[in-house]
């Protein structure tokens, strides 16, 4: 006995082999498939898609609803999300008075529904006591324990492998394997800056004079304040290029004052006695300030490509600074010096940059072993019981070069 085609879905048909039954749609195939809203039989994709859009549509729209729902932070989602935004509050911080009041460490509902939402939280949005937490946190350091320490591109495997066109320009540089997943995973600001764009012009076409030899010296001191400068925006300084070229202005004579020291000796002593200062001291002091002097060798160890990235990241900065200050309103009368002191800053920071690239390789080792002489000298003289004062060379109307400032 023949099997019976069944071509409604009426008949008895689930009952039977479904395979036997016609696709409600073209009626020309077997069926193969059952849509889940209507029960409607159909052969393939096709069918199933021009059925009824009202099906497909309505399907589509549960399914996407139903895998928004399984996305959605659990309770113990929410929890480590809290954990993080009160890191700096752990357990083994706690004292007897934090333990008595257990709201004292717990953000509203209303922050902690934003931020696991994705939506940015800005300091208007807390609320008084928590702006007040926010700020004691600041002012404790507690806040700088979350944050990742910058590592200096300059320390990197990849910066001994810079190398720049004979124009100065930049050039493609492949990447070392081990540091590669770092650069992934870390910000921008660990890269090492791109060189120059455009071909470096002789110094010659710049300027009519010849080259003053303290250049070296102007160098060590612009080099300081780059470094420092990184290191205290932890090496981000695109987050607020007017605020870092002022605490460039600020260590920097040359740049920030006009000044021009005649030795490395005496650069070094005005930067160091810039950042033992009350407005730096925080980062430091002193010791910190050796440290620099540490960053400062190491980039001229790296050699004329290393130093012209350097400067011309620097330059880029000035330049951003410039913008920014342009756009803003003048708040006071120092508007203008500042605007005028970017623009000398560009100016020096670019002759310098066409100036290094013009100087025979070994220069650069040369220089970098007189500043590690200098910051012995500067240390011995630490050590040696003279207090804050340095030796007879490096002095100045009188007056020591480097001094702690006390409140």
């Not at 048909?13 to 029960?39: D, E, G």
């Not at 096709?46 to 399984?70: D, G, I």
């Not at 081990?178 to 300027?207: A, F, M, Q, W, Y």
């Not at 620099?292 to 000035?318: K, P, T, W």
Request: hydrophobic share 30%.
């Amino acid at each position: 006995m023949d099997d019976t085609i069944y071509t409604s879905d009426k008949s008895s048909a689930p009952s039977l082999n479904p395979s036997r039954t016609i696709c409600h749609v073209c009626q020309k195939q077997f069926s193969q498939y059952t849509c889940p809203r209507c029960n409607s039989r159909y052969c393939s994709l096709h069918c199933y898609k021009s059925h009824s859009l009202c099906c497909t549509e309505s399907f589509m729209r549960e399914n996407v609803v139903q895998e928004l729902q399984q996305i959605q932070p659990d309770e113990q989602t929410k929890h480590k999300m809290l954990d993080i935004l009160k890191r700096f509050h752990s357990e083994e911080e706690m004292d007897d008075s934090i333990d008595d009041n257990e709201d004292y460490s717990t953000l509203s509902e209303g922050i902690v529904q934003k931020f696991l939402s994705g939506q940015e939280i800005s300091f208007d949005d807390l609320s008084v006591e928590e702006k007040k937490r926010f700020q004691r946190a600041i002012a404790s350091g507690e806040l700088s324990k979350m944050i990742k320490p910058w590592e200096p591109w300059w320390s990197k495997l990849s910066a001994r492998k810079i190398r720049l066109s004979k124009e100065g320009t930049q050039l493609v540089q492949p990447l070392a394997e081990e540091e590669l997943e770092d650069d992934i995973e870390n910000h921008d600001s660990s890269k090492i800056p791109l060189g120059p764009e455009t071909p470096l012009p002789p110094v010659s076409r710049l300027s009519s004079k010849e080259p003053s030899p303290i250049l070296t010296v102007h160098l060590v001191d612009i080099l300081y304040s780059y470094c420092f400068t990184l290191r205290l925006y932890n090496g981000d300084w695109r987050s607020d290029p007017l605020g870092s070229v002022l605490v460039v202005f600020s260590v920097s004579s040359v740049l920030g004052q006009g000044g021009q020291p005649e030795t490395v000796l005496e650069a070094l002593s005005h930067c160091l006695q810039q950042i033992c200062s009350p407005a730096f001291r925080h980062m430091g002091g002193l010791q910190f300030g050796f440290g620099v002097i540490d960053n400062v060798i190491s980039l001229l160890e790296l050699g004329s490509s290393a130093l012209i990235c350097a400067l011309c990241d620097m330059y880029r900065l000035v330049q951003e600074a410039g913008k920014v200050a342009k756009s803003e309103k003048p708040r006071n009368s120092r508007k203008d010096e500042i605007r005028s002191t970017i623009r000398h800053a560009e100016r020096k920071i670019y002759f310098i940059m066409c100036w290094v690239h013009e100087q025979p390789p070994e220069a650069w080792s040369s220089l970098a072993a007189i500043v590690r002489t200098e910051k012995a000298s500067v240390m011995e003289s630490q050590w040696s019981g003279k207090g804050q004062k340095l030796n007879n060379k490096a002095e100045t109307k009188g007056k020591c070069l480097i001094e702690e400032i006390n409140d």
